[in-house]
Each structure stands twice: as structure tokens, then as C-alpha cells.
């Protein structure tokens, strides 16, 4: 195929979070903003990516880690790790738009590798199943960008769809479509862009990984998903980290006994007991998170926590439609008074996962 429009979404993670890259559970959704690539193919092994915001960037498809950087690192980087992957790429010209929004945890760098994978690797001909190219996404982000993220950003990315949440099984990377509607309870989620900057977020999410990583060696086991008990651990810092990784596989898994049984507004307790053991356990969240966190809940609503990474970014609220003006009101009272910046907010719905757009793909 010589041209082609591609597009994936971003995503919000109703609760499992950290828990990824210790083979656990997530059950993020994809939303309605989405990175949209328009794409040209090229045969003489060059790569350009245009975007409005932020220029053109110009790259031979075979590059090594470091030779680009910046945004368009994400972009070369998928290159790359489908080059790795064994894919010959002859080159493309590259054309980005879209609506997620930058540095509001709403996965806007994911949702840019998802589309991408899928306009270089359609535009030759090819049609890669969903897992390798979720593996691909994360040696690009890893390995290239250079951050250490895990599974679940492009898993949703990859895997939703309309109407449903996914239940991430990031150990068996599978991804199983949970019923998902808030609307038709007569509420809404509620995400709260604080528009703080991810602070130390990179070398403090690496430290996550490590302490997760070498308190699973000392218990003996392949990751955290599989540890109950860890009353073996002495160091304190790390007895919090695996507490907050067992409870919040739980918590995912209660969630999603919940949604199946359509009760949508008794999940509001399981997302603010995630945000107290991030905050207390995992020492991920930001006095933004918090603030929106709590006056959010001081508003009505049913439950509220931080999502994504930690350190800025956005928080959800789960709120009855007739209390979201007051429960925004109340976050902005609350950031005002903090001088905090003003808030952003949005209503996330589980919306379509990605794919080619202008063609309709078959039922899986
Ligand atoms: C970031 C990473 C994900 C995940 C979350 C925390 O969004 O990209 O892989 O680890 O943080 O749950």
C-alpha cells in the first residue's frame, strides 16, 4: 500500500497501576483522543515525521539508540525495534496530528509509537498480531527513548475498544474486554489534569522497578504477581512497595468482578484505596494528585485516585453526572487556594483501540 491514515488512542487506567512490570494486573480503557499518522511510503531507506507542533524531524530507516532524539525519538525508536523485530522497512513520510494531550499521563508518547508501528508496518504490506507489536512499542520506549515504562499504555492502546474496559494480564500479555459503561449509569469519569510536570518521574519510576525487581529475588519468585505472603522482607521500604503491588492486583480483579456484574458505582471505594496505598505505599503520587484527589472526593465523588506513573500528570474522579460541576468547582477552589496552576478537565470514555482508519476492520 502506497498511503494510509493510521491512528491509536491514548488511555486511562481505571486501577492496577504499578503493577505492570511485575507481571500483574491493569485495567485501563482506550479514550477518544487519539494520534492520528497520515503515511506516504518511501523506497530509498529514509524516514520523515511532520508535526504541527513541533517540526519535521528527517532519519535513515537504520539508526542506533541516541542518533535521534527528541520527539522524534519515538518514531525512529519503532523503526528501530521493528528493524530488530526483522521487518525491512524501504522508508515513509510520516504526517502526525492529534488529540491526546502532552504531559497529562494520558499516554500521548504511547499512543504516538502505536500509531506509528501501524503505518510503518501497513504501509508494507504487513499486519504484525497485537502482542508483538506491544513487545516492539516497549523495546522502542525502553531501549531506545531511554524510559523503563512497561506493557499497559499500549496494550490499551493496541486492544480497545468501545465500550469496555481491558483487563491487561501483563505476564501473559492478554488483554480481555471487560463491560464498561459509565454513562448508562448516569455517571461519569472524571479526568483531572493537574498540568503539573512529571517530576523526577523517569529515575524514580526506575527505582520502582528495581526495589519491585529485587524484593521478587529475595521472596524467590519470577515477579510480585505471584507473592501473597512477604512477611520474609525486613527492609521496610520495600515491605510498602510489595504491599502496594499484592493489594493492587487484588484490586484490579475485584474491580473487574464489579463491572461484570454491571456494578459500575461500587468500584468508587477500590479506586481511593489505590490512590492512599500510591500515595502512602508506593510514594508515587504529587501534592497536585493529592489535592484533586481529595477535594474531589470532599465534592461527592464516589471515588478518585492518581493514574499512570505519579509525579503530575492527571487523576480520575468517578462522579454522578449531576455532581461533576460541583466536583470541578471544588478541584479548582482547592488549586486555587494551593496556587496550584488551573486545572483541565476531561470526560474519558472507553472508546475504539487502534487501527487504519477509512476501512473497517472485521469483528475479532
Ligand atoms: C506508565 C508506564 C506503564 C505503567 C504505569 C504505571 O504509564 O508507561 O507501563 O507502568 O506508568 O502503572
Known sequence: MRTGTWSAPGRVNIIGEHTDYSGGFALPFAIAQRTVVRARLRDDGRITATSA???????????????VTGWGAHVAGVAWALARAGTALTGADLRIDGTVPDGAGLSSSHSLECAVALALTGLHGLDPDRAALVRIVQRAENEYVGAPTGVMDQMASLYGEADRAILVDARHLTAEPVPCEFAAGGLDLLVVDTRSPHRHADGEYGARRRTCREAAEALGVEDLRD????ARLTDPVAVRRVRHVVRENA??????????????????????????SLRDDYAVSAPELDTAVEAALAAGALGARMIGGGFGGSAIALVDQGDRPAV???????????????????????????????????PS
Do not use: C
Open 53 to 67: 507542533g513541533y517540526g519535521t524531524v528527517e532519519f535513515p530507516v537504520a539508526t542506533a539508540p541516541g542518533d
Open 227 to 230: 507473592v501473597t505472603d512477604f
Open 251 to 276: 484490586r484490579v480483579l475485584d474491580a473487574v468482578e464489579l463491572l461484570r456484574a454491571g456494578r459500575v458505582r461500587e468500584i468508587g471505594p477500590l479506586l481511593t484505596a489505590s490512590h492512599a
Open 328 to 362: 470541578e468547582a471544588a478541584v479548582r477552589a482547592a488549586f486555587r487556594e494551593h496556587g496550584f496552576a488551573g486545572p483541565e478537565f476531561h470526560i474519558a470514555r472507553p472508546s475504539r483501540g487502534a487501527g487504519r482508519d477509512g476501512v473497517s476492520r472485521a
